[in-house]
């Protein structure tokens, strides 16, 4: 159920942080796994936390937490002394901890939660935004002092870099794909570890991460995650570029791309994309690398976002309604057909990230239907747009590309129950203007 004031239609503006997903799906009438978050980058081959935290719950909750065997695994499994390391809540709180204790500064761009006051040099490596490593010329005279390595080990494969004369904030969350768990670590001289953990709230780290994190560490292949972000990222690449849209180069579990208004053409059709304006990269989205399912609805929410793009302004049946945000019932239908079962119908977990192994390719772990979906039948891909558009002669056909099957808006002769199109709060409302509202846009 969502708040009904928070069911306006108008797509909220993107923030500081990604991880909107649940907040823009209510805001436009779904239910939060109808939206695929990509605005938040997880690893996409994270095999599902879900069991084991379940085995766990009980003595999770019902103690006050004691992290020091989890700590000593994570050390463990690092490969780092007991010493030098502090299990905190989450990257976010790991952040605070040296931010507080010794200050900093950034070049920007960089992430939001990064000191910007005196004090030595924080980087994220791979770097945020870009997602490119760090390598030698672009880090500039100046040393770094603090490494944020939340997405280091999706990038390269390894724990980290190991400097061992700079201090290392680091995340599980992004590994484990767990942004609600918050787990991440201090890694630095015993001294600091030592002011860290005395200026660490009590109980801050939770009972839940507390009891299952051994258990959790002891499902991770670093190697294989490593290699699943590389296939998927080129996969998204390929995938992108079928619409035109270029990714930049990146080391990490995402992709940068120039495409002015991504996030709000994409949000209607169950897709949400980090707005980098926060930044201030106006004009570029953050794409998470999807997990193969994830990919394919990257693809179908594509081709609605092209669909509705251009139908608009023309009469609109029911699937090209429902592509343009129009009517919730038949998107969901029209998302279902290309996604499969909806995540209540899915056991296990929700469909933003299902458990894939590495080495299997879209078209491997995808039905035909989402194999569709993901353009790896283009015949299918055509034909199960054409079944749910039902084509009509003579209708109007969208720019084709080569390479893809057109999807073919059908004219409709409905018309009732029709809603507008959402907006994004950012953008101007049409209707307010003094010309006519087209058909689409039509109350
Ligand atoms: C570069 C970087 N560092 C740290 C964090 C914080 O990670 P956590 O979710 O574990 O607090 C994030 C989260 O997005 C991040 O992007």
Request: aromatic content about 2%; hydrophobic content about 40%; proline content about 9%.
């Amino acid at each position: 159920m969502h708040d009904a004031h928070l069911t306006n239609g108008v797509i909220p503006a993107a923030g500081t942080h990604g991880g909107d997903g649940a907040a823009v799906a209510a805001a436009l009438g779904m239910a939060p796994d109808e939206m695929l978050d990509l605005s938040a980058s997880m690893n996409p081959v994270a095999p599902d936390p879900v069991p084991i935290l379940a085995r766990h719950l009980r003595a999770g909750v019902s103690r006050y937490p004691n992290p020091a065997r989890a700590e000593a695994a994570l050390a463990e499994v690092m490969g780092v002394d007991r010493e030098r390391l502090l299990l905190t809540n989450g990257g976010a709180e790991a952040i605070a901890l040296v931010a507080a204790e010794i200050g900093g500064h950034v070049v920007e761009p960089e992430f939001a939660l990064h000191p910007r006051g005196g004090g030595p040099l924080w980087r994220s490596n791979p770097h945020s935004p870009s997602g490119l490593l760090a390598g030698g010329a672009d880090l500039g005279d100046e040393r770094v002092a603090v490494w944020d390595e939340a997405f280091y080990q999706l990038a390269t494969g390894e724990w980290t870099r190991g400097d061992r004369d700079a201090v290392v904030v680091g995340s599980l969350t992004k590994l484990l794909a767990v942004p609600g768990l918050r787990v991440g670590y201090v890694l630095a001289d015993p001294g600091l570890i030592a002011a860290c953990r005395r200026r660490q709230p009590g109980w801050s780290v939770n009972g839940l991460v507390s009891a299952a994190l051994p258990d959790l560490l002891s499902t991770v292949d670093l190697a294989a995650s490593a290699r699943g972000v590389r296939e998927l990222r080129a996969q998204l690449t390929d995938v992108l570029a079928r619409y035109g849209i270029a990714a930049r180069a990146s080391d990490a579990n995402w992709v940068l791309v120039d495409s002015p208004g991504l996030r709000e053409r994409l949000a209607p059709h169950g897709v949400l994309v980090r707005d980098c304006a926060s930044f201030g990269m106006t004009g570029v989205a953050r794409i998470a690398v999807p997990t193969a399912d994830g990919l394919a609805r990257l693809d179908a929410a594509l081709v609605a976002a092209e669909v509705a793009a251009d139908v608009t302004g023309q009469m609109a049946g029911p699937v090209d309604r429902a592509a343009a945000g129009a009517d919730r019932d038949a998107h969901a239908a029209l998302l279902q057909d290309s996604r499969g079962p909806t995540p209540g119908q899915r056991k296990g977990r929700a469909p933003t990230m299902p458990t894939r192994s590495a080495s299997m390719t879209a078209a491997e772990v995808a039905g035909p239907v989402d194999r569709a979906a993901a353009g790896t039948d283009r015949d299918a891909h055509a034909a199960l747009l054409q079944g749910s558009h039902g084509p009509t002669p003579g209708d109007p056909t969208p720019r084709e590309r080569p390479g893809r099957a057109p999807a073919t808006p059908t004219r409709s002769t409905t018309t009732g129950g029709h809603r507008p199109r959402p907006r994004c709060a950012a953008e101007p409302d049409h209707r307010e203007t003094s010309s006519p509202p087209t058909e689409s846009e039509a109350p």
